[in-house]
């Protein structure tokens, strides 16, 4: 079966400081994952995806996340934080095998910026 | 890519009216839609998905004669709550499948209250 973990209820960090939103996955086969940010009473805004290629991939807004298949894991990361990054950030994955198929989320991270 | 909208974006409704909720892509032929809802603080749960010009098919555990879903043209999918009642209120999100790795593209959400 498919399953995102994201371990961090909450993350906190101080404004220009860099941040790690972490996420494990399990799927049978090739993983595709992604990225969605939701900000309060929003739907979900796509932020970046992996596919295949360089683990590394960037998306919106200067985030990033590093793929990394030994430990099936897919953290996001911003080199500085913003306090408009404040929101709620979900991780999600999909076998690449299963096209058309809904993805499966995380249960998300609330990240907080302070100024 | 893709851009969804959903109407209305909040509905405030009396236990056992019924309300529609629309799902529109805007710039895309979807063939397959997904239901969402999602509570205070919590991941988004897969109700159902919707295929254009067939039944949907639901998820373990949702009623399907609660919650209609009819998908009659490539740029409309509908969620009707029948005879709503307090624990119906929820935030439903739609999505539609689009591009590389068929991304899903959310649409606004819907707050729907059930009084």
Same mark, same amino acid.
């Given at each position: 079966a498919q399953s995102v973990a994201q371990p961090e209820d909450q993350v906190n960090v101080a404004e220009g400081n860099p941040l790690t939103v972490k996420c494990t996955y399990s799927v049978s086969g090739n993983p595709y994952l992604f990225w969605y940010v939701q900000y309060p009473n929003r739907g979900l805004q796509f932020l970046l995806k992996y596919? *295949?290629? #360089? =683990?590394l991939v960037k998306g919106s807004y200067g985030f990033e996340a590093e793929f990394n298949k030994s430990q099936t894991s897919f953290h996001l990361k911003k080199p500085s934080a913003l306090v408009s990054d404040s929101a709620l950030y979900f991780c999600a994955v999909r076998a690449s =095998?299963? $096209?058309g198929t809904a993805l499966i989320f995380g249960k998300g991270t609330t990240l907080s910026v302070s100024s | 890519g893709a851009v969804v909208s959903q109407h209305p974006s909040w509905v405030i409704c009396k236990s056992g009216t019924s309300v529609k909720i629309e799902c529109r892509s805007l710039d895309f032929q979807a063939t397959t839609m997904f239901w969402y809802r999602q509570f205070p603080k919590q991941s988004l749960m897969l109700m159902a998905t919707s295929n254009e010009g067939s039944k949907a098919t639901y998820e373990q555990g949702v009623e399907k004669d609660k919650f209609l879903i009819n &998908?009659? !043209?490539? *740029?409309l999918s509908t969620l009707t709550v029948t005879s $709503? &009642?307090?624990? #119906? !209120?929820s935030f439903y999100i739609c999505s539609v499948v689009a591009g590389a790795a068929n991304t899903q593209y959310f649409g606004p959400g819907t707050r729907l209250t059930v009084l």
């Open positions: 596919i *295949t290629g #360089d =683990n =095998n299963q $096209a | &998908h009659a !043209s490539l *740029t $709503a &009642h307090p624990e #119906d !209120s």
